[in-house]
T-cell receptor
């Protein structure tokens, strides 16, 4: 059953703590993305990766880090430098980063601060 | 900078009517425009893609138009059903290698 899996569904972060959100896909897609969604706002791009071992900053990369060591995995770390991390985080993938590619999204991770 | 505007107010319509949602954008027109559906607590799901040289695209009860002169796309759902209730997002590619999304419009179809 092909798709994109995010875990956990809910995550809580303590002050000063780094947390990592998991994103795995078995669609054999080259491109993967991380978006952040706040209530009433659109999705904002954090990072994207066009290919293994390469990634690019999006519009709001400060306080976040990523890695792309395997084609199927693109974990996002929310560092303590991100002062307002509470949001709904969405991971997506596409066959490539071409302009006509549709995105396949995971079911999201809701991150809250304790 | 490029901006996408979708009506932030929810659209409430009666079952069986046609829902029309609007997506306006600024600056130059993208080559492609996409529409997604998002249910509460879930990720968006792709619905339709339209190219700049296409005036209209249809898929079952869905229709999308793309007017590069007005810098606007309209998304129509005909014979709407309560199951169509969701938030609808438009997304544009401005050659940045990643889509830019609007904030979405929530549609509520009353039975």
């Amino acid at each position: 059953d092909g798709g994109i899996t995010q875990s956990p569904k809910y995550l809580f972060r303590k002050e000063g703590q780094n947390v990592t959100l998991s994103c795995e896909q078995n669609l054999n897609h080259d491109a993967m993305y991380w978006y952040r969604q706040d209530p009433g706002q659109g999705l904002r791009l954090i990072y994207y990766s066009q290919i293994v071992n390469d990634f690019q900053k999006g519009d709001i990369a400060e306080g976040y880090s990523v890695s792309r060591e395997k084609k199927e995995s693109f974990p996002l770390t929310v560092t303590s430098a991100q002062k307002n991390p509470t949001a709904f985080y969405l991971c997506a993938s596409s066959p490539s980063t071409g302009p006509n590619e549709k995105l396949f999204f995971g079911s999201g991770t809701q991150l809250s601060v304790l | 900078s490029q901006k996408i505007e979708q009506n932030s107010e929810a659209l409430n319509i009666q079952e069986g009517k046609t829902a029309t949602l609007t997506c306006n954008y600024t600056n130059y027109s993208p080559a492609y425009l996409q529409w997604y559906r998002q249910d509460p607590g879930r990720g968006p799901v792709f619905l339709l893609l339209i190219r700049e040289n296409e005036k209209e695209k249809r898929k079952e009860r869905l229709k999308v138009t793309f007017d590069t002169t007005l810098k606007q796309s309209l998304f129509h759902i005909t014979a709407s059903q309560p199951a169509d209730s969701a938030t609808y997002l438009c997304a544009l590619d401005w050659g940045r290698r990643a889509l830019t999304f609007g904030s979405g419009t929530r549609l509520q179809v009353q039975p």
